[in-house]
């Protein structure tokens, strides 16, 4: 019997593909450590000694836990009802609702942070109706006081701020679990002695079901508040969490001879980060092997026909839920439109001078047409890499998963997904000091700020992509190949055109990652001409306030960078409401 | 003496203005077997649902032992309703998904002699520390039936209950189920629209046009 021969190069393909890309994704950090390292002149006795030692670095370590800790859980206390609600009743807008409340997660850190930087500003929302954040005698700072926290009312800013932006975690994950849970499930545990009793049915019902979907928002919402950057810079600049501390001290660390504090200062802040972070990957991973059990579910439409109106009560937690959502970017939006004026008696002007200053540009740094054209070049060529390059990564995985190698093939999923645990601020300074300090050609290549988005972005591609792939018949792949397709065509007609909703909102998704993206880009970016829109936000919020203009200014370009993000929400949700199949 | 354990009377229902089910009559005597036959989608399954209290219903009453039954949050008590699949709680294995069937009231240690009597009783007892998602179709319903079992109720509803099981399997476990409930001495309404394995089970057998008629 004639045994088919393949090339070594057939059968080695994948494996080198898939080695490369993880030792490209690993190459900066672990370039970055080896340089820390170097030059931070300790042993490692020395070094714990320092870590332990240091009071900024350990405060740091306290606040950041702490922070991320009690927003995650506000998070989940917000979270859990508001999915239960959205998910027990016909509503008759819930595609739109579920889109509005996943607003904030592609929100761009910098403009969430402008968002509420706006709401707690002079004249802003919080301040009109009578919470002074900053006001000694308000409840919010006594309280403070009371539990020894001095800065207590920007600090609670911050919670909230975090909590905001991880809800919609809550509802992504619980939301559609819920709603299509099959309703044997419950009949059946209600016919159950222990049905009976509200205590049991979570206890023996919902809390399994629910745990691990609620785990991993949970997981997901401490990690993105852990790693938070702009927020902690804009709401709390007399406090540094590690990725703070890490982000400003960054930007001096790894020279020879060059302030060494700053050096060691990084080396332990990200090293602490990374064995935090590293625990959080632990439980995330036991959550998938341990929680993850399949329940009989029914369709979406099914159920429609199944489930009551809401009540009136449920229709005013959602529609409470959705103005505290939409209100930060009213804060943006409002106060791009005010300017400071000491002639009214309400303490400004409703203008469009920073509209008008924004578009014809005659301010003295960078212009806002500069910045958003900068910005839309560095998505596009993150689009371009992300996107062949996740396609090649999956057929290079769907073939070792086709030879039967299927745990291998997990592995190396894993591991191109686990980037998505290294936050945004290491990445910056595995670009900075790392390649940088290996290649310094590269600190003048224009397209150097595109590699952290690439990065960044690679891995949520690639959980898009890849299931989606494996849901394919390999089939339409053989019959093109009998057809004698040339190869294009080939793997057009086998994933292509099963695949296009995928592409569109892999190709929104790094857009809006791209466009949004902070942390990296405030280390990898030297060059004033290089600034992007996120990076303009920041450069116009640090500007002297005695100039009127420049505050309303920075909400003029987080107005246009929260437009690009809506813009890409809306494809993404049109998209998947359509296919109704990407997760 | 009552000798009728389950009477549904009269039960009629309406969603949004679609007749579901109208005017449906039907009477369990203590110890038997009804079989009820129907072709699919005519309304077998939401009658069982009303008659044990999981669906309220828009008309009629349900009298389970000479008492007249009220439509709360949860189902009526002592009434034992197997799904069509087996509904077996992931989370959970073969022997902790028996004692959730398991009168809560008792102490943990009896909880677990109970759960295991139950799966001997259908001879699985064996597959009792089993993830639930490695059961076939049959052991599944075995282990369904053991979780009935455990309940204690005089009264079962089984809905279809072979139906994910496979075709050699079916005519085995149907004798069995009727010999377990024969040796419990329970009464039960067997729903199906499989002729052979309503014969096979039943004392009586009803068809569906005859419980819309009887009055």
Redesign the interface.
């Known amino acids: 019997m004639a045994t088919v021969q393949h090339s070594k190069a057939h059968i080695a393909g994948p494996y080198v593909l898939l080695s490369a890309v993880l030792f490209f994704t690993s190459l900066p950090i672990l370039l970055a450590l080896s340089q820390l390292i170097l030059i931070s002149e300790l042993t490692f006795i020395e070094f714990m000694h320092y870590m332990l030692d240091h009071s900024l670095l350990m405060a740091s370590l306290r606040f950041t836990i702490l922070q991320a800790f009690v927003s995650a859980t506000i998070a989940m206390c917000v979270g859990i009802p508001v999915a239960w609600v959205l998910s027990r009743y016909s509503w008759r807008y819930k595609s739109f609702l579920k889109s509005v409340f996943t607003l904030p997660f592609i929100t761009p850190s910098i403009v969430a942070a402008a968002g509420f930087l706006a709401l707690s500003s002079d004249q802003g929302i919080l301040q009109s109706i009578g919470i002074q954040l900053n006001s000694p005698g308000h409840w919010i700072a006594r309280f403070g006081s009371f539990i020894g926290i001095e800065d207590f009312g920007m600090i609670f800013l911050l919670i909230l701020s975090h909590a905001w932006f991880n809800i919609s975690l809550f509802i992504r994950y619980l939301e559609p679990r819920i709603t299509t849970l099959h309703p044997d499930w419950e009949m059946q545990f209600l016919l159950l002695p222990k049905g009976g009793q509200r205590y049991y049915r979570i206890r023996y019902f919902w809390l399994p079901f629910l745990g691990g979907s609620v785990l991993t928002a949970w997981l997901f919402s401490f990690f993105f508040a852990f790693t938070s950057f702009a927020m902690i810079r804009w709401l709390t600049p007399s406090r540094y969490s590690l990725e703070s501390l890490t982000g400003t001290f960054g930007q001096f660390a790894g020279i020879e001879g060059y302030r060494l504090d700053a050096t060691r200062m990084v080396l332990a802040s990200t090293l602490l980060q990374f064995f935090v972070l590293s625990f959080v990957f632990l439980l995330f991973h036991f959550q998938r092997r341990n929680m993850n059990h399949a329940y009989k579910s029914i369709s979406e439409q099914e159920l429609f026909k199944q489930q009551t109106p809401p009540p009136k009560i449920a229709k005013a937690l959602i529609c409470a839920f959705a103005g505290l959502v939409l209100l930060p970017y009213a804060s943006i939006l409002t106060s791009s439109f005010r300017i400071r004026s000491s002639t009214t008696t309400r303490g400004f002007d409703w203008s469009l001078d920073a509209w008008e200053t924004a578009i014809f540009g005659n301010f003295d740094s960078i212009s806002v047409t500069t910045a958003l054209s900068n910005s839309l070049l560095y998505a596009t060529v993150t689009i371009c890499v992300v996107l062949p390059l996740t396609l090649m990564v999956s057929l290079a995985l769907l073939e070792i998963e086709k030879r039967g190698h299927r745990k291998m093939a997990n592995f190396f999923q894993f591991m191109c997904i686990v980037p998505v645990f290294i936050s945004a601020v290491t990445l910056g300074i595995g670009i900075s000091i790392g390649l940088i300090s290996f290649a310094p050609f590269l600190i003048q290549w224009r397209f150097l700020p595109t590699i952290p988005h690439i990065f960044l972005t690679f891995p949520f591609a690639l959980r898009i992509v890849h299931p989606a792939m494996q849901r394919i018949d390999l089939r339409f792949l053989e019959q093109a190949k009998l057809l004698g397709c040339s190869f294009l065509k080939t793997y057009w007609l086998g994933f292509g055109i099963h695949l296009r909703s995928v592409f569109i909102v892999v190709i929104s998704l790094s857009f809006a990652f791209s466009m949004g993206e902070f942390g990296a880009s405030f280390l990898v970016v030297r060059f004033e001409s290089w600034t992007s829109l996120s990076l303009l936000v920041d450069t116009l919020l640090s500007r002297p306030k005695f100039d009127p203009i420049a505050y309303p200014l920075s909400m003029v370009v987080a107005t246009i960078l929260m437009f690009f993000t809506f813009i890409c929400l809306l494809i993404i949700d049109n998209v998947q409401g359509k296919s109704g199949e990407i997760q | 003496m009552i000798d009728t354990i389950l009477k549904i009377q009269d039960i009629s229902m309406i969603i949004d203005e679609k007749i579901i089910l109208s005017n449906c009559n039907l009477k369990l005597k203590k110890g038997e077997i009804l079989g009820l036959i129907g072709p699919s989608g005519c309304g077998k399954t939401t009658l069982l649902?009303i008659a044990?209290g999981?669906i309220q219903p828009t008309e009629g009453e349900i009298v389970v032992d000479g008492k007249i039954q009220i439509w709360t949050k949860?189902?009526f008590?002592n009434?034992?309703?197997l799904?069509q699949?087996p509904?077996l709680?992931?989370?959970?294995n073969v022997i902790e998904n028996v004692r959730?069937?398991?009168?809560?009231n008792l102490a943990k240690k009896d909880q677990i002699i109970t759960a295991m009597n139950s799966l001997e009783f259908t001879n699985i007892q064996h597959l009792a520390e089993r993830n639930v998602?490695n059961l076939s179709g049959g052991e599944a319903q075995r282990v369904a039936f053991a979780?009935a079992h455990a309940?204690q109720n005089d009264l079962m509803l089984l809905d279809e209950p072979f139906a994910s099981v496979d075709q050699e399997q079916k005519m085995n476990l149907a004798l069995e189920f009727k010999q377990w409930i024969r040796s419990l001495k329970k009464s039960a309404i067997f729903v199906t629209h499989d002729e052979q394995e309503v014969y096979a089970v039943s004392d009586r057998i009803m068809r569906w046009s005859e419980i819309q008629k009887s009055q």
Request: with cysteine.
């Open positions: 649902k044990c999981l949860n189902p008590p009434i034992t309703y799904f699949s509904v709680f992931p989370h959970l959730l069937g398991v009168d809560k998602n979780r309940q």
